[in-house]
């Protein structure tokens, strides 16, 4: 039997049941591997023994018979009696008394616990350098980052640390760290996959998602995940559930370029690769045409002000009192002060001002409301342009993986990395990343992973995965980074 570290998540899971491949074999080979971790993508890991992550005795046992590949998952998600810090130090040591419904998803159906990833802060960046516990460093290149905020999810399974990943996904925190580290990322429609469990940034936007080495795992993993959830009154599910995909073309299918989206921004290789996916489209039997998005481009803006206003209501009740480590002193308010001071990065810190004023008396309609009506205005542009497309496509990212520190004293030029992925979550809809070849940066440098990113309407994940499918065979992209530990 091959290596198990070789196979897809979906290979292992057949192996197990043909009898070629144990789970306990599975686990224990995936446990080493996740165990040479260089990269610091994960802040814990779990063990053959101890890895139920919440499940009683009798429940782990039955387990042990059905396990296939374990499952990496992002440390924003609470895992009962299992260190749960949301990249935080305000959260260190925290241990939920409770599991998050995705994980319990996935821990019943067979998908062990092998470890929590690191993350930006709360979620809140674009290149895992946030994280309280240090930043995640890119497979393909050790100087770079590899995207955030699921930058620990992402690097674990294109290093070979995992099989498969959840991450979530508020302005493309799952797509576009798949896109630079060269692996499949995927954002649900809002409502497919429930929040219960994950700690909430901006509760309007987050949606958890797989991160997987091809689209069948994807597909496999958000079959798992999806489904209404009675603790989490905004999840709904996928009314047919998530098939995997076997399409082998794409005729009959419209693909958008969307006009409204400027590519001034994007790097010369990260277009060139771009452009030759679209000319695969068209060889596969896709049509290609240009969809107005006018609104699209004003995306970061609007973002910018609705998830920090969001952020800033959820992150109130890190106070020392009712969650988060406490530092001492006299007065309340002072503790309230150096509680949130101590614990509290920079980039949180700075949301949480942005949030706070843009709520504020007097600026609540110049800023809040006004983003919401830039967000009205998104979602109705793409309901327009999939009335004559079934998709939409862009770079996931306007560059290749850039190198650790290059962004961190320019917030802005950090936020333009989520310039193609914000526009998505501000309408709800769902969108997929795939890998589509190497690129070198501008200056010069490493060729580096380039992802490419289809999205459809509410609740078109079945036609999306197929779609990808079918894209991913044609691309044929296989390579990858230097095998970590």
């Avoid at 101890?50 to 429940?59: I, L, M």
Wanted: hydrophobic share 40%.
């Amino acid at each position: 039997m091959a290596d198990p570290t070789e196979l897809t998540a979906a290979a292992a899971a057949e192996a197990i049941g043909a009898g070629e491949l144990s789970g306990e074999e599975c686990f224990a080979a995936w446990a080493e591997a996740a165990g040479g971790d260089e990269l610091n993508a994960y802040l814990w890991r779990g063990d053959a023994e101890g890895n139920g992550a919440g499940q009683s005795g009798r429940e782990a046992e039955h387990l042990a018979a059905l396990m296939h590949a374990p499952v990496a998952v992002k440390d924003i998600f609470c895992t009962k009696g299992v260190p749960t810090t949301a990249g935080s130090r305000i959260l260190e040591g925290y241990a939920p008394p409770y599991t998050a419904t995705a994980v319990r998803h996935l821990t019943v159906a067979g998908a062990p616990l092998l470890g929590k990833t690191n993350m930006d802060e709360f979620a809140m960046g674009s290149s895992n350098e946030n994280s309280g516990y240090g930043p995640v460093l890119n497979p393909w290149d050790r100087g770079r980052v590899p995207g955030g905020s699921s930058g620990g999810s992402a690097a674990a399974v294109a290093a070979g640390l995992a099989p498969w990943a959840i991450g979530t996904d508020t302005g493309g925190s799952i797509r576009q760290p798949a896109s630079l580290c060269g692996i499949v990322g995927m954002k649900p429609t809002y409502g497919a996959v429930s929040r219960y469990g994950m700690i909430a940034f901006a509760s309007s936007l987050d949606q958890c998602g797989p991160l997987t080495r091809d689209v069948t795992d994807a597909a496999l993993l958000l079959s798992l995940l999806q489904g209404r959830d009675p603790c989490d009154s905004t999840s709904v599910g996928v009314a047919e559930g998530i098939a995997l995909p076997h399409r082998e073309d794409l005729s009959g299918l419209r693909f958008a370029v969307p006009s409204g989206l400027a590519m001034d921004g994007v790097e010369a290789g990260v277009k060139a690769r771009f452009e030759v996916t679209l000319e695969k489209i068209t060889g596969l039997g896709g049509e290609l045409g240009e969809a107005p998005l006018p609104s699209a481009e004003h995306g970061i803006s609007a973002y910018y002000v609705i998830a920090p206003a969001e952020a800033s209501a959820n992150l109130a009740r890190y106070d020392g009192v009712r969650f988060g480590s406490r530092e001492d002193a006299p007065e309340l308010d002072a503790m309230y002060e150096a509680t949130r001071a101590a614990g509290f990065g920079p980039e949180v810190k700075r949301r949480i001002m942005l949030g706070t004023y843009a709520l504020s008396s007097g600026y609540y309609d110049a800023y809040y409301g006004r983003a919401q009506r830039v967000r009205t205005k998104i979602a109705d542009d793409f309901r327009a342009a999939f009335a004559d497309f079934d998709f939409v496509v862009t770079p996931t990212s306007p560059t290749v993986a850039f190198e650790l520190g290059a962004r961190t004293d320019d917030p802005l030029s950090m936020y333009m990395s989520d310039y193609f992925t914000v526009p998505m979550p501000l309408a709800g809809i769902p969108a997929i990343s795939i890998p589509c070849g190497l690129a070198e940066p501008d200056g010069g440098g490493p060729e580096l992973p380039v992802g490419f990113q289809i999205a459809g309407p509410a609740f078109s994940e079945n036609a999306i995965l197929d779609a990808a499918y079918a894209l991913e065979q044609a691309i044929g992209f296989d390579a990858r980074p230097t095998r970590v530990g």
